[in-house]
């Protein structure tokens, strides 16, 4: 009984303190479209402020998280794990050319350089260290900050889309169908207006029906026990569907 009160105040705290965030959407929407339109590339990090502006939203998408039982040590542990991989991603260059292995080499082997694997072995992201986590346990919070940004990597590999613009914009519509990050709607909206090669409202609907459709394991499954798994064979097992 207590379990279920502790869990309930937590909710109740994360949409009160949330809601609170929703001022970025009225007062810092100008700047950031400015700064963010005037950069050719999807992946420019202002984009990034906006993230939480729907976060009161985002409640429902950890209820989804807890319904679940996706736990704060599962995440942060495979959070771990898949960072511990990238690493030493080299050993996965020997394996079978359409193993999720080789495919995670591939994709992470270029970037690695750029990643600060260092804080990872230590526990802690760029943006909020162990200690931190240590005080503020919640799903919401390790889910967002630390596991999504690798979680949306690894889907880049699993869906086979790019990472130039019309990549990104349509994997984080897909994303949108598996796991809903409402903040993510701006840089999508504000991307299919930009780039007009993008078939922005039709491609995107597309692409969140298809997320929907993938399997909700995406968000349970521990990625490096797949390393030796053929690609097409888990791109079937998670009912991954593409435009």
């Known amino acids: 009984m207590i379990s279920i009160f502790q869990n309930l105040f937590k909710y109740i705290d994360l949409f009160v303190s949330s809601t609170v965030r929703i001022y970025r959407l009225i007062f810092l929407f100008p700047v950031y479209s400015c700064l963010w339109l005037r950069n050719t590339k999807f992946n420019s990090n202002y984009w990034g402020m906006y993230r939480n502006s729907f976060a009161p939203l985002d409640f429902f998408n950890m209820l989804k998280l807890y319904k679940l039982k996706v736990n704060d040590r599962d995440l942060y542990s495979r959070w771990r794990r898949l960072y511990k991989a990238i690493k030493y991603c080299e050993k996965y260059a020997n394996y079978s050319k359409n193993t999720f292995g080789y495919k995670f080499y591939e994709y992470f082997s270029p ?54 613009v019309d990549g990104e914009l349509n994997i984080f519509a897909w994303q949108q169908g598996v796991s809903w990050v409402p903040g993510d709607i701006i840089p999508l909206v504000a991307g299919s207006i930009h780039f007009k090669k993008y078939q922005s409202l039709k491609d995107m609907f597309k692409n969140y029906r298809m997320g929907k459709k993938a399997s909700e394991e995406l968000l349970t499954v521990d990625f490096t026990e797949l390393f030796e798994e053929d690609i097409d064979v888990l791109r079937k097992r998670f009912n991954i569907q593409t435009l």
């Not at 990872?120 to 162990?130: N, W």
């Not at 200690?131 to 919640?138: A, C, G, I």
């Open 111 to 164: 970037m690695k350089g750029n990643i600060d694997l260092l804080n990872a072995e230590k526990g802690q992201s760029f943006f909020i260290p162990h200690y931190y986590l240590k005080e503020n346990q919640s799903t919401w919070k390790v889910f967002h900050i630390y596991y999504q940004p690798l979680l949306h990597d690894i889907l880049h590999i699993l869906t086979g889309y790019d990472t130039d």
